[in-house]
Every structure is written in C-alpha cells, then in structure tokens.
C-alpha cells in the first residue's frame, strides 16, 4: 500500500465518525437507564465512596442482539468494523484527544475539593494532560474512568466479532482463528460477568482521568489486543493437535489464576474472614491477605494474566513476531505497573507491606521474580 493510499485509509469517513458516537452515546444513554447491581467503591481519603452501577453485561447482550436485528433485516453490515478498522482507529484517537483536552479544562476549573474532583495539577501541563487532574470525573450519573474501560473492552468483542464474520465470509476461517475467538470471548465475557471486581483495581482506585487512561481504555485495548485476529485474517497457521492442547492448557492455566487471584483478594476486601482455598485466610496488620494466590507471590494475578495474554496469541504460531505485540506490550506494562503499586502500598501500609514482603518475597513469579 503506498502512502497515499494508508493516509486514505486512516481518514476517518462520516460513517465511521458516526459509527463511533453511535458507539459511545449507547453506552451513555443505556448504560445510565439498564438496571445493574450497585458496588459501593473504595473509600477514598475524605471518607466518601462511590457506588457503580454494573450493567455492562446486560449492555453487552442487549447490543449484540441490537446488532444481530440490525445485521438481519440488512440495516447494518457484520462486517462493518472489519471494513473499516484504520478508520475507526484513527476517529477513536482523535476523539480520546478531545475528551481528554475537555477533562483537563474541566478539572483544572474545578473549585470542589472533594476526593473525587479536586483538581490534581503539577503545573506541568503535559504531566497534567497525560495523567488528567481528577481522580473521578463523572458524566450523567457516570463515573467516566468505569466508562471507558467498559466502552474498550465491548470494543474489542465487537472488532474481533466483525473479524471473524469478514474471516467465515472470505471461507478462511482456521482452527488457530477459533482458539483465538474463543479465548478472547471467555476473557472478555469473564470481564462483563465480574465486573465489579474492577472497582478494586488500580485503575480505578489509584489513577486520575488524563490521556494515559482514556487513550489505554478506547484505543489501546480494543485495536491492539485485536491485533491477533486481523493478523489470521491475512495469514494461515498448521496447528498439530498438540499444539492445540498446550494452547488450551496455557489459556486455562492463565485464566484460573488470574481470576482466582482477583476474585480472593476482591472477597477479602468484603469479608477479610472469608475462607481461602477452603481455609480462615492469613491476614497480615489486619489488612493484607497473606494466603491463596496472595501467599504465592505479590502480584500472582500478573501472573495469570500474563499467561492468557500469551494464549492469545500462540494460535498464530512462531513465524511472525506482530501477533506477539500484546504480550510484549502487558508484559512490560505489569512489570511496570508491579514496582508502582509496590510504592504506593509500601507508602500505605508500611511495616505492615514490609512485612508482607517477608512473608511473601516473590513479585509475580514464583522462585523467578
Ligand atoms: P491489583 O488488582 O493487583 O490491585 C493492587 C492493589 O490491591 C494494591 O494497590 C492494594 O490496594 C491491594 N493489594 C495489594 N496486595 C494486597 C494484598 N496482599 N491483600 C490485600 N490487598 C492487596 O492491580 P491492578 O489493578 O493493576 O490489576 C488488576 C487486574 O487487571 C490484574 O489481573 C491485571 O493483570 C489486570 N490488568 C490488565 C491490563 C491489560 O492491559 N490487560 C492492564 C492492567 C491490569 P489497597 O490500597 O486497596 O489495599
């Protein structure tokens, strides 16, 4: 493709334009109205917390079955996103630089000085316009930091969903593209059915609203943890059947140990006296758990995450190192991520992290790092 023609490409047309509002004005509107479980957050340091409401599955099956109406009575084509992948990438970043050019200007006049919106700001206006100023910034109701993360991760489903439909279309569809579908549906739909475990995480709990976040959320997750499904549109892999089951044991063994990971330390936030493995769970200062997942290294959900991130990515074999960017990329985010959070609770909790850190002398691999 010469220049010309990738500029063309990357050119957002209306449709796509429209494509995206469409997008994120549902997930606005329907996701203020649809019932869903509320969560109360963390306590932040003025004693307030925030309540979420988690309706994303509910938003996600409703869409899809919108969509599949839409696709049925020809209003819409499946393979919409697939056709026009460059374009919605490029109209999504712009649209992450303007949402967060408006979160700046919107912090930075804030006079609340609630822990949810005071305004954060260094005087360094690009530190400022890359982390963002508010830790919680809100639009009709919503907390926009659970927004995003919400509207990238449906993203992704419905970029891989258009790709295998353009892949059945084109008669290419391949055992490696199956593994891959499924692996990303089980993880994705896993997201959606444990939602509120996100509002103990990081992202949540720890960062402001600026362009790291909102660009990670709608651009980053979704076009680039694609990656591998545009790549098997274009490319054909030879599986062995043993390859497939080392896959699947990779993918199962990732999964089991990043969502037990998750799901004992978001149980232990609730009930610190709920049993773990089957046991009255090893807490350490009162507030840290020592036990399960938590007793084996640090941050063993990396760990899992780590090794579904490969998963996804094995399917398209060893001769090209592009399906192999997402694990890179997570790889160094949570080695990153690792030594951040290790200063934060080590700010936090003190002799009580130390301690921790004894009991516990492992990161995120066990006897390794
Ligand atoms: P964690 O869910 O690991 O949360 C870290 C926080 O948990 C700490 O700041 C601390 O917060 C609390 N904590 C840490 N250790 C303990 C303990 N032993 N007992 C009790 N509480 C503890 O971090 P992340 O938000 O980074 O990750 C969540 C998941 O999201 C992970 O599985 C990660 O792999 C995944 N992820 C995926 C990404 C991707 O791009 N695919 C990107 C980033 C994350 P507190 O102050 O509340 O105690």
Redesign the pocket.
Known sequence: MNLGLLLLAFTPSWTSVSMLLGYVTYLVIVGSILPGKIVPG?TLSDGTRLHYRCNGLLLLVLLIFLLGIGGWMDLLSPTAIADRGLELLSATLVFSVLVTNLLYMVGCRSRDQSSSFKPHTTGNLIEDWWFGIQLNPQFMGLDLKFYFVRAGMLGWLLINLSVLVKCIQESNLSQSMILYQLFCVIYIMDYFVHEE??T???????ERLGFMLVF?DIV??PFT?SIQGWWLLRNKVELTTAAIIANCLVFFMGYLI?RG??KQ?HV??KNPKALIWGRPPK??GG????SGY?GIA??S??L???LV?LSFSLPCGISSPVPYF?PT??FI??IW??RR?ET??AQ??KDIWAE?KKT?PWRILPYVY
């Open positions: 963390v475990y996100m103990s995480t990081w992202d949540i709990i720890a990670g980053w997750i943890f990043f990971a998750n330390k232990f936030k807490v350490i507030k840290l758990l020592a938590w640090r941050h959900n990396y899992g995450d780590l991130a997402y990329y997570l985010l949570l991520r690792e959070d934060r609770c936090k909790y921790y516990v």
